[in-house]
Nanobody, 125 residues
Framework: QVQLVESGGGLVQAGGSLRLSCAASRLTFSNYAMGWFRQAPGKEREFVAA????????DYADSVKDRFTISRDNAKNTVSLQMNSLKPEDTAVYSCAAQRRYPSIFRQGGEYDYWGQGTQVTVSS
């Protein structure tokens, strides 16, 4: 079945950077918009960033705009999230997700078809 596997999480000090990656398999990757979501303890899952099938359109939550960058490589079936200027409030489990529908609805988690297991990002103050 379809697999999405995240990597790159870890512990970083405030102001630091991390790069998350998500490797997809058993799907036609270029037919899916890809998104990153996060969930902190005791909070609801929230949208972080998304990228269109071709990579030409991106969308970001206001809380991460100008700090995070999403990108994809359709030849390698991967999507990445470069996270700079990290803050303690960025601490969460980050998950990637794939959405087949078109037009895409980037910010609605319920519109995504497949999810990864998540990777922990912890930002210390």
């Amino acid at each position: 079945q379809v697999q999405l596997v995240e990597s790159g999480g870890g512990l970083v000090q405030a102001g630091g950077s991390l790069r998350l990656s998500c490797a997809a398999s058993r799907l036609t990757f270029s037919n899916y918009a890809m998104g990153w979501f996060r969930q902190a303890p005791g909070k609801e899952r929230e949208f972080v960033a998304a990228v269109s099938r071709s990579g030409g359109v991106t969308d970001y939550a206001d809380s991460v705009k100008d700090r995070f960058t999403i990108s994809r490589d359709n030849a390698k079936n991967t999507v990445s999230l470069q996270m700079n200027s990290l803050k303690p409030e960025d601490t969460a489990v980050y998950s990637c997700a794939a959405q087949r529908r078109y037009p895409s609805i980037f910010r609605q988690g319920g519109e995504y078809d497949y999810w990864g297991q998540g990777t922990q990002v912890t930002v210390s103050s």
